[in-house]
T-cell receptor
Framework: DSGVTQTPKHLITATGQRVTLRCSPRSGDLSVYWYQQSLDQGLQFLIQYYNGEERAKGNILERFSAQQFPDLHSELNLSSLELGDSALYFC?????????????FGPGTRLTVL | SQQGEEDPQALSIQEGENATMNCSYKTSINNLQWYRQNSGRGLVHLILIRSNEREKHSGRLRVTLDTSKKSSSLLITASRAADTASYFCAHHGGSNYKLTFGKGTLLTVNP
């Protein structure tokens, strides 16, 4: 158990809908990272927050947004969902701001868009 | 793309044998990390090697790093069926805060 929690574990929804994925980092970790894993694209970095502020952006679509709250939990919002958004979404956390340390991954949320 | 590449894409061995996976990357790095993922589960950090290190050990794991060739290898000795998983290398470099993951090697250890 990494100490990172993600809810829900599974999410099934329809095209055009909006969903929110939630992540609680390990106690004391200030950075939260979001990744998307699909068969064709592999593991893609989406976005990082550090202590409530956006720190780095990756291959995140404009239909997707995220935020980190004062209690350090984070939410990833996916809107106008398309079939191709079906994937595993992982959250990870680390104590510091960058990639100097290991990242601790949550169990993921499996999103299925029908 | 800055994405790294693992080689081979898939590896099948017998229990007790050693497994070697390779990783190449394209940019300068601060460190390179190896992660393991059981099917459909979260990634688990295995080992981190810094750019000024050449070799690192952790239990049955041995990682080497050759920055001149922009490559790394992960050796798992005396493999067990429980080592069956996908293994990913990820690198972090420069002012880029993100980790860039390779596509992974699927290791199958047959009992």
């Amino acid at each position: 158990d990494s100490g990172v929690t993600q809810t829900p574990k599974h999410l099934i929804t329809a095209t055009g809908q909006r969903v929110t994925l939630r992540c609680s980092p390990r106690s004391g970790d200030l950075s939260v990272y979001w990744y998307q894993q699909s068969l064709d694209q592999g593991l893609q970095f989406l976005i990082q927050y550090y202590n409530g502020e956006e720190r780095a952006k990756g291959n995140i679509l404009e239909r997707f947004s995220a935020q980190q709250f004062p209690d350090l939990h984070s939410e990833l919002n996916l809107s106008s969902l398309e079939l191709g958004d079906s994937a595993l979404y992982f959250c990870a956390s680390s104590p510091g701001t960058g990639g100097h340390n290991e990242q601790f991954f949550g169990p993921g949320t499996r999103l299925t868009v029908l | 793309s800055q994405q790294g590449e693992e080689d081979p894409q898939a590896l099948s061995i017998q229990e007790g044998e050693n497994a070697t996976m390779n990783c190449s990357y394209k940019t300068s790095i601060n460190n390179l990390q190896w992660y393991r993922q059981n099917s459909g589960r979260g990634l688990v950090h295995l080992i981190l090697i810094r750019s000024n290190e050449r070799e690192k050990h952790s239990g049955r794991l041995r990682v080497t790093l050759d920055t001149s060739k922009k490559s790394s290898s992960l050796l798992i000795t005396a493999s067990r069926a429980a080592d069956t998983a996908s293994y990913f290398c990820a690198h972090h470099g420069g002012s880029n805060y993100k980790l860039t993951f390779g596509k992974g090697t699927l290791l199958t250890v047959n009992p």
